[in-house]
């Protein structure tokens, strides 16, 4: 494995082998001394486009943890686009002798895109719509460590799966473990066609919810009601909001999920949030986990 | 200096030749076609080759004013004379736009020394705004054959319907890149579940096939002559089939990007492969093929979209749209349609010459007969060609094909009598 792009590419093998080694990874973030030598002397580049907290905090944890130097470049897209073009920004950072590249943009194909001239290993941390690939990773940790096992699970994503890259590759992962997957939300945001997906399609979320063993909300955009997608936020609550009640209509031991930031009162109720079937808090530190077993396998030689 | 043809097979349908013969040019004129022995004359030796009226690409995009970085109007016509074509006509999408007669008189003037005839599209709105008309009749009379607002469709139905029925004074067609914007949204790929995968903004045939169902009632209502571009989807290419059938008078072309890709390609994220219409599905690609075949298509024009490589060379999203076309497009047709019995030599003589010359109205285009000019284009249909980006005479080198191995090529291409091209 030389770079993470998707996980639609990524065979089943290898995204056993990732969580495999993110487990005994999960170890070493619970020891007092956080640190061990795997990537001393390697560099890190996040090179981040979009505003983001948490991931890009993560992969610096988790290559700090790792020993790596690692250094952030944020920008926006358009003060990059108005002078220097991104293989220009990525060529320049190559010359400072970088080991790997986290890229995250709103462009989707552009992790892919690095890799035509980049000689460094590149990790997409979410491009456009397209791809999330450790975010999927670390959903599958989660959910490894809460049941036991990636199989014959159902796992029902709720919200905007249009626009989420997210709600794909947790799509294409629980598909590769052989998990069904339902995808529920209004039909503007998941359009008929989506039906050509391995998963299944319910507008009806109660339904959807039978059942399940796993809920994935997405957060909710909310820009959306700008663009036609929706009629208000009030009308999405009422028919999408993942409540104290619709929650019962799952299994009994259930987890809900979801990548964050949440929007408290949209797309989860308070008492869900906040509820010990939430797994949300242990989805961030698993985060640091599959990322630390990411770069390790990337940059550690044997992977 | 006079140029003897020897022994080349003539394809020429629009006087219904089909066979061996010589042809004798002389003062830019073809003199004689028959046997013909000629003393001091240059003589090319085209037994087995393949001699066609000069081919016409009627869907072409300089950047001459503007970006002559990405094609110049000489270099534009190094491309099409390279490619086999004798004549395209050029898109009004410049900067400024061509939507003014002096902005006419410039392309006009500028294509004098240029290898190949360069006949100037005027846009139908002044800055191709869509609201209201250009001056048409002053830059039919500086040489415009046709009218268009290219890239921007017309939004404004009734502005549309006024320009047609303007035309109907100038008698030259609208050519119509038809699509309803609001439904595209700006997408960058087709709308399918293939490309959701990639999470690329769609642009649904829907916004296509829209478009086209408005043009072609508006061509019937009004009667002017409406041209439907670039078609790239079965439905809007039912449409247009529908509406032949009810004698509505429209026409059509398909890019031989639409003939030969599909959207699968964009699993890459290749700018190369960005265009629009863009690249459909399978089944889209299969019913163009079928309309190739049956007669829907009149014309296939290569919507030849130059852009400099520091341009394209950027995240798909930030690429502009549009590929080149002029030096592949015959190989490629003859490889996969002619050289594969799809089609005829005679069909790819009206798709390629004798229907463009027709829609646009050229005179002494689209025809091999003594006493017409000299516009020639001879393809050997045994020479095997890489495509090789680094080799075009564009500036560009923004192709979808780069690496395909074809076979025929365009070996000679003559303009008026004079040999612009030659690689026999």
Redo the contacts between chains.
Sequence with gaps: MRHLLSI?ETPREEIERILEVGRTFLEISRRPIKKVPVLRGKTVVNLFFEPSTRTRSSFEIAAKRLSADVMNFSASVSSV?KGE???DTVLNLEAMKTDLIVIR??????A??LTTFCSSSVVNAG?????HPTQALLDALTVLEQKGRLDGLKVVIVGDI?HS?VA?SDLFLFHKMDSSVVLSGPPTLI?P?????PAEIDYDLDRALEGADVVIMLRLQMERMKGGFLPSLREYRERYQLTKGRLGLTKPDAIVMHPGPINRGIELSHEVADSSRSVILDQVEKGVAVRMAVLSLLLGGEA | MRILLKEGRVVSPANRIDRVMDILIEDGEIKEMGEIQCENCRVYNLERKVVFPGLIDMHVHFREPGREDAESIDSGADAAAKGGFVAVAMMPNTNPPIDDPLRVRFVVEKSRSAKVFIFPVGALTKGRKGQELAELYLMAREGAVAFSDDGSPVENSLVLRRGLEYLLAIDLPYLSHAEDLQLSQEGLVNESPFTARLGLRGRPWVSEAVGVSRDVLLAEFTGAKVHIQHVSSRRALDIIKEAKDRGVKVTCEVTPHHLFLDERVLESFDPNFKMNPPLRTPEDREALLRGVKDGTVDVIATDHAPHSWDDKEVEFDAAPFGVVGLETAVSLVWDRLVHRRVISPKRFAELLSVNPARILGLRGFGIIEKGYPAHITVVDPKKEVTVDRESFASRSRNTPFHGWRLKGAPVLTIVEGEVVHSAI
């Design positions: 639609e686009r073009s991104l293989k943009h709103p462009s989707p194909g552009v892919r895109f491009d456009g719509a397209h791809e249009l890259r794909r359009p066609y989506f039906e050509a997906w």
